[in-house]
């Protein structure tokens, strides 16, 4: 698909403002498709072990971070581009005994790390904020050691491929610069020197959520929501409107989510 113009800038504006409070009142502090049992299916198959040192890029509210650190017995790091989620997620960390983890504020096109330096990459439906697609990929390989994995999860172009209109209306609102495919991360990982242990498409169970996530809006969070939106209902509606619009390509298969794990061979 085209690119829709989106920046880093667009993602900060997001994640310091009212659109990143309403993605947490739905979605929780893991903001990711699943919450714990997402990130408990990737980090087995990942098979991270007490001691590895991981690094979640766009690591957010540093929710990545604490599950790693307290599921695992990894010593976790992170790397994210907005201020106020690097402050809050040391915050946070901090308050739940995981002062030690470490979060940085920096471009994950420029991975603020030597190179060689991590066992595992990780990453939770976040990598599609991110402009150059293929020069993080190529950063998440420089900062892993030989054998070390690259996991994460992802929203993508869905199985049945998108129309270019319908990507970029998602995008825009999402503030998305673009999205790949499933093939599309696979040849990027390849082309990097990963050899892919699974790429897997999880489009069925993404639609299921997006549906729990307009049911919480329209019912138990309604309130909640609107305070976070200052009881604007043009906001509340346009938004009510792109998500039913996000759940209608994702149950066609056209929008969904992807799961990868892939090991550094060279």
């Known amino acids: 698909m085209q690119k829709t113009g989106m920046t880093l800038e667009n ?14 009142l739905i979605m929780g502090e893991q903001i990711h498709i699943g919450g714990y049992a997402s990130s408990k299916a990737l980090g087995d198959i990942a098979g991270w072990k007490t001691g590895d040192e991981v690094v ?3 690591s957010a509210l540093g929710a990545g971070m604490h599950f790693l650190a307290r599921t695992y017995g990894v010593k976790a790091f992170g790397v994210d581009a907005t201020p106020h989620m690097v402050d809050e997620s040391k915050r946070r960390l901090a308050a739940a005994g995981f002062g030690h ?7 994950v096109t420029a991975i603020p790390y030597p190179d060689g330096r991590f066992d595992g990459v990780w990453g939770e439906d976040a990598w599609c904020y991110v402009e150059d697609k293929a020069k993080l990929i190529s950063e998440a390989a420089r900062v892993l050691r030989p054998g070390g994995k690259i996991a994460f999860t992802d929203w993508l172009v869905g199985p049945a491929g ?9 995008c825009s609102v999402m503030k998305f610069p673009d999205m790949l495919c499933l093939k599309g991360y696979t040849s990027l990982l390849e082309k990097s020197g990963f050899r892919v242990l699974e790429a897997s498409d ?10 729990n996530y307009l049911g919480q809006l329209a019912g138990q969070r309604h309130f909640d929501a609107m305070q976070i939106l200052g009881w604007n209902y043009d906001v509340f509606s346009f938004l009510g409107a792109e998500f039913g619009f996000m759940l209608s390509k994702a149950r066609a298969g056209n929008f ?7 090991v550094k061979e060279r």
């Open 11 to 24: 993602v900060k504006e997001v994640y310091s403002g009212f659109e990143g409070r309403l993605w947490e």
């Open 56 to 58: 979640d890029l766009c």
């Open 101 to 107: 983890c470490e979060a940085k504020l920096g471009d």
């Open 162 to 170: 998108m129309d270019e209109a319908s990507a970029q209306r998602i």
């Open 202 to 211: 999880h489009t069925p169970d993404f639609a299921d959520h997006i549906q």
């Open 256 to 262: 969904g989510r992807g799961r990868f794990v892939a």
